[in-house]
């Protein structure tokens, strides 16, 4: 089997997570088809999704265990900010900065600790995106489906100009293709983008376009039904596409499935925002808040976001909730037998390791600030005496030099006579 890399996305930072995932999935679709002899992209999906978040697991752990503790400090973090409410100096806030990150430390966390999940989330989200909107790409058993008509098409006279026909009439602009490109690979590659995004009528007239073909473009139709659709959805097409061709075309029951990936994709992040567990910060903890709008807006984002993006996004953002769910409800049961105790003698050492670090820390750059200001202070001094030795000798020059009869001259005469009486 050769793979096809000139049709996979090549940003500079998503493609190569996107060729990454793509591979693993390749895998586990090779993996159902050779062993279980099952061909299915939205399985592949679906067990692909429960081994990214099998594989995220820690860092969940470490979100929700964050979540709970930050939820049993907060009393502690609130009694610091009311003490040092209204100062504005920057000791005062120097030390409530301390204060509070003493008591993270106290409980073992990081103010970051809610946000690190979430960080690694998003690049996979959007390389995954890549992934399902041109899935031959990167599955290499489904781009090998399409091989025969390939080969067929690209020996048919006239070739280019009927599958550029197709591509305009299909109204395909999101597919890169280059039809006058001398690269056989890079030409059949092309023409697999298309065919792969065409629908019921563009399959249609890719048929009547190569009435030669048309067993084997039937017998592709078919197969890559069985493969990539979930029940009458195209894994690849997105719901809002599918909305539109179902009214059209008064087929009601495409209209409703379509209508489901975006509906299932909310209320399975709603019933996962339920179970997780959230602070009582009351506003005064301005990351927690923002989190929790964060969390707020978030399912309402995917139901509109689904309805733009690959139904395998859609599948993928749904599975990935009940996944959460799943390993929520489990947590919560493990996070109400903590005890506070036990993890705060554990990080007590840790603590004061973190303390004594951020002392001597401070206590050098006060050291180098008030070494600094010494030598400022010295200098200033040196300056001072410098020029009071100098404006001594210019007065003693200009009393040397005194005129007779003038002011200066009667000074030195007085004492001239101070100093022989003194002797």
């Known amino acids: 089997m050769t793979e096809l890399y000139l049709t996979a996305y090549d940003g500079a930072f998503l493609g190569p997570i996107a060729k990454l995932l793509g591979w693993f999935m390749d895998k586990i679709y090779i993996f159902l088809a050779d062993i279980c002899h099952i061909e299915s992209v939205a399985l592949t999906i679906i067990i692909f999704t429960i081994f990214i978040y099998l594989c995220l697991f820690p860092l969940t752990y470490k979100q929700q265990k964050f979540s709970v503790l930050s939820r049993k400090m907060q009393p502690e973090i609130q009694a610091v900010q009311k003490k040092y409410k209204g100062k504005t100096d920057q000791?005062?806030?120097?030390?409530?900065?301390?204060?509070?990150?003493?008591?993270?430390?106290?409980?073992?966390?990081?103010?970051?600790?809610?946000?690190?999940?979430?960080?690694?989330?998003?690049?996979?989200?959007?390389?995954l995106y890549r992934v399902f909107y041109n899935v031959p790409a990167y599955l290499t058993q489904v781009k090998d489906v399409f091989?025969?008509?390939v080969t067929g098409i690209m020996s048919t006279d006239g070739y280019v100009d009927i599958m550029q026909n197709i591509y305009e009439t299909a109204g395909l602009k999101n597919v890169r293709v280059d039809f006058s490109t001398k690269d056989n690979t890079a030409m059949g590659n092309y023409i697999i983008d298309v065919i792969y995004k065409l629908s019921e009528s563009g399959w249609q007239t890719l048929e009547s376009s190569f009435p030669n073909l048309a067993d084997s473009i039937v017998s592709v139709s078919e197969k890559l039904h069985d493969i990539n659709y979930l029940f009458v959805?195209?894994?690849?097409?997105?719901p809002w596409n599918m909305i539109k061709t179902g009214f059209s075309s008064g087929a009601w029951v495409l209209v409703i499935c379509a209508f489901m990936i975006p509906l299932l994709s909310y209320l399975s992040q709603v019933v996962n925002l339920k179970l997780m567990p959230t602070n009582d910060?009351?506003?005064?903890?301005?990351?927690?808040s923002q989190m929790k709008m964060m969390n707020t807006m978030m399912p309402f984002m995917s139901l509109f976001i689904c309805f733009t993006v690959p139904v395998g996004l859609g599948l993928y953002w749904i599975m990935g909730s009940v996944v959460r769910i799943v390993q929520q409800f489990f947590?919560?049961?493990?996070?109400?037998?903590?005890?506070?105790?036990?993890?705060?003698?554990?990080?007590?050492?840790k603590a004061e390791k973190k303390k004594e670090k951020r002392g001597i820390r401070q206590?050098?750059?006060?050291?180098?600030?008030?070494m600094n200001t010494r030598s400022n202070s010295m200098a200033s001094k040196?300056?001072?005496?410098?020029?009071?030795?100098?404006?001594?000798?210019?007065?003693?020059?200009?009393?040397?030099?005194?005129?007779?009869?003038s002011m200066a001259s009667k000074a030195n005469l007085v004492k001239d006579f101070n100093e022989r009486n003194n002797k």
């Not at 030390?95 to 999940?117: N, R, W």
């Not at 036990?342 to 007590?348: A, G, L, Q, S, V």
């Not at 206590?363 to 008030?370: D, G, K, L, M, S």
């Open 281 to 288: 910060n009351s506003g005064n903890d301005q990351m927690a």
């Open 91 to 127: 000791n005062s806030q120097m030390a409530m900065q301390e204060e509070t990150q003493m008591i993270y430390d106290k409980y073992g966390i990081s103010p970051m600790g809610s946000c690190l999940q979430s960080i690694v989330q998003m690049p996979i989200l959007f390389a």
């Open 331 to 349: 947590l919560n049961k493990h996070f109400e037998k903590i005890n506070l105790n036990d993890i705060i003698e554990k990080n007590k050492e």
């Open 233 to 238: 959805l195209n894994i690849s097409d997105t």
């Open 147 to 149: 091989n025969d008509v």
């Open 363 to 370: 206590a050098q750059i006060y050291e180098a600030a008030t």
């Open 382 to 405: 040196a300056n001072i005496s410098s020029d009071k030795t100098e404006a001594l000798n210019h007065a003693e020059e200009v009393r040397a030099n005194a005129r007779p009869g």
